[in-house]
């Protein structure tokens, strides 16, 4: 028991400890708990935080980070309303925290998902805060991604000049900073705003410039490249066009993007029918029809495998109930089954504890029995007037000696009774008491004899208690007495090995000849059961048999003591 | 001068009886011995008892068949016996004299004396002992001073306690008996009365409703009900 309790206790000290890991309170870099907060998917990875949420309090920093995560995640998933309903959560905790850097970049994810939602009122607001904290900080990337931000929506409200004027500035610092990049694309988005503003000539100016940057750091980008050449298709200088789209062409067809390619065949497709190189047309028509079957194929393949993707989900999904129901099937089975074990252990615990109560209790009205049997109330009294009439003999010394035989007989009874077993020495002396008082009962009408072989120990062999008892009753009650004759009372005892025989031998007038049978049997019941409860087949080797020699009657019976 | 007859089959008995005898009466003649049936029915006619004093147990049979044995019942009987259950409630039911062993020298002083003041009434006794032997109780017998009643289990209403004594009240009489409650108790529990309270004991049979804390009897009369035994005995009552 104490050590069921031990291992107990391990458990649940390994539990603790090893949940006490797992809590992310302990995960110090924000890193590590922005990997702890993330799943498989993104659908999963929020329905993780929201859990986490709902279990954890976190310090101000870990929440404001749980749902920054949350926001970038529904940003992902182009849920923007919902992204910045965590957004503006994750910025209250990042305010009462006062971190500057994650207020910033708060307000810069705001204002992104706000313009996505082309509210570019509310993300001009968001942009322009963050901005300001970026510069208060001196954070100069953020700086830069703030401006770069600020300019793309000035372009979204033609504002070209202005927009022109933050990316540039971007541009300023990215170039400060070495961030080469960011430049290349900051000097492309430049070309492009100023494309669309109309000034050509600028505009090669800075896409070229991004196209060296490129080729500097090695950077596999042809949007500048395609869009220099544009300029020049649409300057009907088809040659650099054609050149500057076959550049790009390589690049995207490094890169294996087949809507670009497919993009960048159609300009030199155009490009070759304006020129009337036709047998160039020719070919970027089965080129860019083989791209376009790719792409198809490609396209198809992508649906065919969203398909599998959903199917699979979706099997899985089925598959996940069907476990769940399952084990919920099996869960039941199991309880049942455990349940009619529980109730068949406690089933067969009661009727064990039943036939053991019952067992006890036949001991019990045995032990009654036994009692009754011996303290027959008949021979009480009748050896209380045989005692009673001494007195009328004058001889106080033998009244009083009678009388105390009497009490001590009565007195071993109660004691023996209760005894499973008794020295056969005891049990003897009490027989003699009794056959003595009988005696006097019956003034001397018979003799006795105790015949012991000489191998048996009596003060060591012990036996169950008054079982000769009954059947010297007997001879006595119903042989001896109504005998008219002086009679013998025998019993011996001898043994071969552990095996007892114990006989009771009178000169009686024999069982046939007895008034009362009933008695008798009643006390035979009585002894067989006794021996029965011993399990050890004694009862079957009983026998009472009249005497064959004289009159009178033999009971013999045997004993397996060790 | 009286005569005795002793039937027992334990010889001590017979010697203890006859010298208490000796000794508590000068004018007592001790006219027969018998340890069985058999002697008994041969020496008795001729020895003429005035008194038998006859065990339960004989050696072959018991005291009651030796009486149906005997022709003439012309004597007074006093029953003894060891331990029979059975016989005792029987003395009892009958208002029987009987004395148990070992032998009590007032017990047998008082028996003797009233046997001798007694008149014998054969018919009754072998009704008695017809009874006895069927083991039936449909009877009652009460001795008052003046009178033998033998009253029919089924008149009685109930008994009810007074002091030492009881009063037997049946449809028609009341009897006071010198006997307390408890003796009667003892005696009829087993044919159907049931004891209500400290004071009363009705006929379970005459029971018609239980009204508050009383029983109602057949003829209207309201037995009080202990409230100790209120359960028990709507159980009792419920069993039929």
Known sequence: MKQINYIGLLIILFCFTYCKNSTPENIQSDEDFIAFLNDETLIKSIKRIDSIAKLNTYSNHKTGLLYFEKGQILGHL?????????????????????????????????????????????????????????????????????????????????????????????????????????????????????????????????????????KNINRLNSSPLRNLGYVFFMQNQFKKCDSLYLKALKIEEEAGRLSIQKEIYGVLLESAIKNKSFDAATLYITKRDSINERLVTSENKEKIKLIEDQYNLITKEKELIQAKKNNTKNKLIFTILAGTLLFLGLFLIQKHRNSKLKLEQEKLVLEQKVLRTQMNPHFIFNALTAIQKTIFDNDPIKSTSYLSRFAKLIRQNFEFVNKKEILLSEDLDALKNYIETQQLRFSNKFDYAINIHDGIDPTFVKIPPMLLQPFVENAIEHGLKPKTEKGTLEINITNNSNVFCFKIIDDGIGINNQESKTNREHAIDIFKKRLSLRKLGEEKQFSMTSNKVKTGTIVTFYLNLS | MFRVAIIDDEKNVRIVLKKLLNILYTNCEIVAEAASIKDAKAILPQAKPDIVLLDIELEDGSGFSLLKQLPNLDFKLIFITAFNQYAIKAFKFNALDYLLKPIDPSELQ???????????????????????????????????????????????????????????????????????????????????????????????????????????????????????????????LAED
Do not use: W
């Open chain 2, 110 to 236: 008082n028996a003797i004396d009233k046997a001798q003041k007694s008149v014998s009434n054969e018919n009754e006794l072998r009704k008695l002992i017809a009874d006895i032997e069927n083991k039936k109780n449909s009877q009652i017998v009460i001795k008052t001073t003046n009178k033998i009643h033998y009253i029919n289990l089924v008149d009685i209403l109930y008994c009810q306690a007074e002091g030492a004594y009881a009063k037997i009240i049946t449809k028609t009489e009341t009897i006071l008996a010198s006997k307390n409650l408890k003796y009667f108790q003892d005696l009829l529990e087993d044919e159907g009365f049931i004891r209500t309270h400290q004071s009363y004991m009705v006929n379970k049979k005459l029971v018609t409703a239980i009204k508050n804390d009383t029983i109602i009897l057949s003829n209207a009369l309201a037995i009080p009900i202990s409230s100790r035994k209120m359960a028990e005995i709507k159980a009792l």
């Open chain 1, 78 to 214: 182009e849920k923007d309303i919902e992204a910045i309903a965590s957004f503006k959560k994750a910025l209250v905790a990042f305010e009462k925290e006062s971190n500057k850097k994650y207020i910033a970049k708060t307000n810069m994810l705001l204002g992104d998902s706000e313009a996505f939602l082309s509210n570019n009122e509310k993300a001009l607001q968001h942009i322009e805060k963050a901005l300001s904290i970026f510069k208060d900080i001196e954070d100069k990337k953020g700086e830069a991604k703030a401006l770069n931000s600020l300019g793309h929506i000035a372009f979204q409200y033609e504002n070209y000049k202005k927009s022109i004027a933050y990316v540039k500035k971007a541009a300023e610092i990215q170039l400060q900073i070495d961030e080469k990049e960011e430049l290349s694309a900051s000097y492309n988005n430049i070309g492009y705003i100023l494309e669309q503003s109309g000034d050509l000539i600028n505009a090669s100016e800075y896409y070229q410039k991004a196209i060296d940057l490129n």
